[in-house]
């Protein structure tokens, strides 16, 4: 295995892990400390912000993995803030973080992270900004009872260790009886309050916070070339390798590790979970089996947050074992992608919109006593008529609200017939409703239906540039998809809301839409800005 990325400073080098080494992890106190989270949170928040864009960064190449090489390879969890991305992503970042007027005030974002830093007892302009590096890392162990640990990479090795030295002597950490601990050679700050345990260390350019030793042993270890790294697995690697290459934001879930965590959830509860005032439960309010059989098939899961010229996105990929499924299910996961047919009903003007190409499938999957009991029927019956397109939107219509549906169907007639007949019974309703070609369209007004009919023949929403454009990163063909004009959704909220939200649409006017799709084992989220 190869070092991890070169960083300003010497790191040392990573040697080959053993073949067959196993995550090993010793008995310690699991319960993660207020003290950790409340020292350590408001610095993954700030790290969150300055990967956000605020910063005006050098356009080189990044070293935001420096920390990866520390990672071992059985954490349950991990999550990386890169703070000194790759140059397309800080390019994509400065561009975007013009449009902001009033969220690209540096100085008012570092007085914020002062506020959020002060129960701490630091502060983020004189204890942190001189020192952070390139990356902060969050991971968790993959036992039932997982220790967490926080990284924070250093650029100036000294102010680190005042920051350190600050953190134990502060508000929360002069409260902790602290000893010392050594392992590999690193000194370990152990603090115990109210029976926890928090542990401080700085080693090889690293800040580390974490809530047992056994972790930071193992943190120490994986540095020092003795086990091996999260990023070598194949599992990491099957999922990441799914997620855009240049990123902001990293997220890795093992799927073995939410198995055992929901597990050892279980367990505690069943030995009673105290809330507070008395309460206490003593009985999982759902069957441990069925949870766990539900998650036997889930492998792992993998999130991004990336850059774009036009804006910003998020990718979910999930990996999953077919062979664990139902049928039906993995029916669902390896349905083959193709167009949703009801969408080219849509008015261009739509300002929210909702389409799934899988109607048909939900249907059959509600009992029948549902739909008999709104008037439609047995479901499974219905479901026979669907192509499993359909879509709902709302736009303005005229003085009112304009809301229409269209659900694709193999049996226009049969479809018109049931609708007519669940029409007769309603009174003082305008519905309006027609059907074009294999799509049955339903309106709140004539005037709305007259537009979705317009839709079909030229102005859908697909065809519009707006939507196109969010629609560069998507799920091909999505199952389901969810589209908002946000510019429109301000006007609309304005004008029936009666509120006033001129401040809110000044702030937020460079966000044009924001798309989220869904297909198989991905999800996507496209948020335009321009």
């Not at 799914?242 to 990123?247: F, G, I, T, V, Y």
Request: glycine share 10%; proline share 5%; aromatic share 4%.
């Amino acid at each position: 295995m190869t070092p991890g990325p070169p960083h300003p400073t010497m790191r040392r080098p990573v040697d080959q892990p053993p073949a067959d080494f196993e995550f090993e992890s010793k008995p310690a106190r699991r319960r993660v400390p207020r003290f950790v989270l409340g020292v350590a949170s408001g610095v993954v928040v700030l790290a969150a912000a300055a990967a956000a864009g605020v910063t005006v960064f050098m356009l080189v190449a990044g070293h935001g993995t420096v920390l990866d090489r520390m990672v071992p390879a059985g954490a349950g969890a991990y999550a990386s803030v890169n703070l000194d991305p790759p140059a397309d992503q800080k390019l994509d970042l400065l561009n975007l973080s013009h449009k902001f007027p009033e969220l690209n005030s540096e100085q008012q974002i570092e007085k914020n992270l002062d506020q959020l830093l002060q129960p701490s007892g630091l502060s983020y302009r004189s204890d942190v900004k001189p020192w952070l590096g390139a990356q902060v890392v969050a991971l968790a162990g993959g036992s039932s009872k997982p220790d967490v640990a926080l990284l924070f990479d250093s650029k100036n090795d000294g102010a680190a260790q005042q920051t350190l030295a600050k953190l134990k002597t502060g508000k929360l950490g002069g409260q902790v009886a602290w000893h010392e601990s050594k392992h590999g050679g690193v000194t370990l700050e152990v603090g115990l309050v109210s029976s926890q345990t928090t542990v401080m260390a700085f080693f090889d350019h690293t800040l580390l916070v974490a809530s047992s030793e056994s972790l930071a042993d193992e943190v120490i270890d994986t540095d020092q070339g003795k086990h091996a790294r999260l990023d070598s697995t194949a599992q990491y690697k099957a999922i990441t390798s799914k997620l855009p290459a240049s990123r902001l934001l990293t997220v890795f879930v093992d799927g073995h590790a939410v198995t055992g965590w929901t597990s050892g959830i279980f367990d505690q509860i069943t030995k009673g979970l105290p809330l507070g005032q008395g309460v206490t439960i003593t009985s999982p309010p759902i069957d441990k089996s069925s949870v766990t059989q539900g998650l036997a098939a889930f492998k792992g899961a993998g999130f991004a947050i990336s850059a774009r010229p036009d804006g910003l996105a998020a990718d979910l990929e999930v990996d999953v074992d077919s062979s664990k499924l139902t049928a039906d299910q993995r029916a669902l996961y390896q349905r083959a992608g193709r167009p949703n047919g009801a969408l080219k009903a849509v008015p261009a003007g739509a300002i929210a919109v909702v389409g799934i190409s899988d109607l048909d499938t939900i249907l059959k999957g509600i009992p029948n006593t549902t739909g008999s009991a709104i008037g439609m029927g047995p479901l499974n019956g219905l479901a026979q008529k669907l192509t499993g397109d359909a879509a709902v939107e709302i736009e303005p219509d005229g003085q009112g609200l304009g809301i229409g549906g269209v659900i694709g169907t193999s049996d226009p007639a049969g479809l018109k017939s049931m609708l007519d007949s669940l029409a007769g019974s309603m009174t003082g309703t305008s519905l309006a409703y027609a059907v074009n070609g294999q799509n049955l369209l339903v309106a709140s007004s004539s005037s709305e239906l007259a537009r979705m009919q317009a839709a079909q023949s030229g102005a859908s929403l697909t065809s519009g540039s707006a939507y196109k454009q969010a629609a560069d990163f998507s799920v091909p063909e999505p199952a389901s998809l969810v589209f908002v004009d946000v510019d429109g959704a301000f006007r609309l909220a304005e004008t029936f809301g009666r509120m006033d939200l001129q401040k809110e649409r000044s702030d937020w006017s460079a966000v044009h839409s924001v798309l989220l799709t869904s297909g198989g084992t991905s999800v996507r989220i496209h948020v335009v800005i321009g």
